[in-house]
C-alpha cells in the first residue's frame, strides 16, 4: 500500500474559469461575463458538423488510430506508437506519477511557479513533492517535471537544459515530464522529437490553442512502452467520438494554426499595451495569457469582479494576476472601461 495521502494533498485546488463561484463573490456583477481568468483560446477552431453516429457509437479504435498518426506528424513525434490519447492532460499526471514509483522513484521536483496540479497529484500518488525555483535542484529526485513555456509566468526552458535533465532521469532510472500545453504559442523548442528515449514523457494539449478545452482531449508523447501502459490504465474509449471528430480536423488544418498563431500574437501585443497602459507591471506571459505582478492585485481583482470580469489571481502569490485574452470587440472595450476606472492610487 502507498503512503497515506497528505491532507494538503487532498485539498481542492482553486483554478480559473468557475464563473459560478464568480457569481456567488460578486452577484451584483453584470451579465455576460468576461472569463479571462485561463489561457484558453476565445476563438474556437471552426470544425464542421458533428455526425450523430459520434455521440450514438462507441468511439471507433480506427478514428483514434488515425488521430494518433496525425498526432504524431503534427507534434514531430518519432511514430504513432510513442503517442498516447486521453480526455485531457489533467488525467495523465497522476499516471505518470504512479508509473513513475512503479519503476522506484520515491520523491519528486516541479520547477515553480508552476500549474499546482502537477505537485497535488504526484502527492496523491504517493511521491514526495519539491517545489523548485531552479532547475539544477531537479536532479536529486526521480521524478521531475517542468511546464515548458511555463504557466503562469511564460518562462521558457531551454532545450539543451531539458535534454541535459532527461538524461540524469535517465541514469537514475527515473522520468521527466515537460508539459507543452502552451507551446502553440510560448515560442519555446519541443522536445516532443525526442520522447523515444525511456527517461521523457511530452505533454500536449487540445483545448488551450484550439479553443476548445470542454472537448478534454491531451496527448502524451513517451517511449512506445510507457504510452501502452499510460493507454491501458486509461481504458478503452477514453477519448470521446466527437474530441475524435474535431481533433483529426484541427491537427491537419495548417492555414487555420498559422493565421490564429498570428491572431493571438496581435491579441497579446493589444493585451500588454492595456495592461502597460494602466501602470501594471508584465512580468511574463505567452500570446495567450500575460501575468501582471502588483501590490494591489487583491483590490483590481475584486474592482474588475464588480464590472463582471473574472481574472486570475493566485493564494500563493498574492500580487500576481494573470489575464487571459477577450474574444470580442465589446469585451476588450469593457475591459479597457473597467481598468481605467480603478483607483491605482490605492496600496501602493
Do not use: C
Not at 100 to 126: D, N, W
Request: hydrophobic fraction near 45%; glycine fraction near 8%.
Amino acid at each position: 500500500m502507498g503512503e497515506t495521502v497528505p491532507e494538503k494533498a487532498k485539498a481542492a485546488i482553486r483554478h480559473g474559469g468557475n464563473l459560478g463561484r464568480a457569481r456567488l463573490m460578486f452577484p451584483e456583477a453584470p451579465e455576460p461575463w468576461i472569463d479571462l481568468s485561463t489561457g484558453i483560446n476565445p476563438h474556437s477552431y471552426p470544425h464542421s458538423p458533428i455526425p450523430a453516429s459520434a455521440f450514438a457509437r462507441l468511439p471507433e479504435p480506427d478514428a483514434a488510430e488515425e488521430l494518433k498518426h496525425l498526432a504524431a506528424a503534427h507534434f514531430d513525434a518519432p511514430s504513432a506508437r510513442h503517442v498516447a490519447l486521453s480526455p485531457g492532460t489533467q488525467m495523465l499526471m497522476p499516471l505518470l506519477a504512479q508509473i513513475a514509483i512503479a519503476r522506484g522513484a520515491k520523491s519528486g521536483a516541479v520547477l515553480s511557479p508552476a500549474y499546482a496540479e502537477h505537485a497535488r497529484t504526484a502527492r496523491m500518488a504517493g511521491l514526495a513533492v519539491t517545489e523548485v525555483e531552479n532547475i539544477n535542484a531537479m536532479s536529486a529526485h526521480d521524478y521531475a517535471v517542468v511546464i515548458n513555456p511555463n504557466n503562469p509566468d511564460g518562462r521558457i526552458t531551454d532545450r539543451a537544459v531539458l535534454l541535459s535533465l532527461a538524461e540524469t532521469m535517465r541514469r537514475r532510472g527515473g522520468l521527466l515530464v515537460v508539459d507543452e500545453a502552451f507551446i502553440e504559442t510560448g515560442g519555446a523548442e519541443s522536445l516532443a522529437d525526442a520522447a523515444g528515449q525511456d527517461a521523457l514523457v511530452v505533454l500536449r494539449s487540445f483545448g488551450k490553442f484550439y479553443g476548445m478545452a470542454g472537448v478534454r482531449l491531451g496527448f502524451a508523447i513517451a517511449q512506445p512502452d510507457i504510452a501502452a501502459e499510460l493507454e491501458a490504465r486509461l481504458g478503452p474509449w477514453a477519448v470521446s467520438g466527437p474530441a475524435l471528430h474535431i481533433a483529426t480536423q484541427a491537427l491537419a488544418d495548417g492555414e487555420w494554426q498559422s493565421s490564429m498563431r498570428r491572431h493571438l500574437a496581435e491579441d497579446a501585443r493589444r493585451m500588454n499595451a492595456m495592461l502597460e497602459k494602466a501602470g501594471l507591471a508584465i512580468a511574463g506571459g505567452t500570446s495567450l495569457f500575460a501575468l501582471v505582478r502588483d501590490p494591489r492585485a487583491a483590490d483590481l481583482f475584486s474592482h474588475l469582479g464588480r464590472h463582471g470580469i473574472l481574472v486570475r489571481i493566485f493564494d500563493e502569490r498574492p500580487n500576481d494576476m494573470r489575464f487571459g485574452l477577450p474574444g470580442s470587440e465589446t469585451e476588450w472595450q469593457r475591459l479597457k472601461k473597467a481598468l481605467s476606472s480603478f483607483d491605482y492610487s490605492s496600496k501602493v
